[in-house]
């Protein structure tokens, strides 16, 4: 990672589980690059989702969390760049598979779906485990760029 610093980005629907992620990293000692939203206001989650992407292309952080009402739109919106592998993540399994099978660079979390709890619970393990390689990097390999059909 760049250091020990993390990015995050949420719309209006994940404001209040991003800033309670934000709070949870920093207390772990991490360096939070909060891209926003910064209130409660409607905005576009497209617009975040992009941002941090642009953060990743950046070299402020090699991982992300994005964050929206069901974590569906901001990941769709995330993975529009060809750098970003975001994962939208209910619970420590699809966390670590995520990342051990996938090198998943982006955790995508759903505010009206899961708990502060396992929000947390997902962002230790995404931030703990490694990629596997091995016969995964193929795979992920192809994800890098779109053939058409």
Not at 9 to 26: E, N
Request: aromatic letters at 6%; one cysteine or more.
């Amino acid at each position: 990672m760049t250091g020990n610093v993390i990015v995050i980005g949420s719309d209006h629907a994940g404001y209040s589980l991003k800033q309670v992620l934000v709070a949870y990293l920093k207390d772990k000692g991490w360096e939070v690059f909060d891209v926003g939203t910064h209130g409660a206001d409607s905005v576009d989650y497209p617009d975040f989702g992009a941002a941090v992407a642009k953060a990743l292309k950046e070299g402020k952080s090699n991982r992300g969390i994005v964050v929206c009402g069901s974590g569906i739109g901001i990941s769709i919106a995330a993975n529009r760049h060809d750098w970003v592998r975001a994962a939208l993540c209910h619970d420590i399994t699809s966390a670590r598979l995520c990342r051990q099978h996938n090198d998943a660079n982006v955790l995508a979390l759903g505010a009206r779906l899961i708990g502060e709890e396992v929000a947390k619970d997902c962002v230790d393990v995404f931030l703990a485990t490694d990629f596997e390689g091995g016969r995964h990097q193929r795979r992920v390999d192809k994800l890098g760029f779109a053939e058409s059909t």
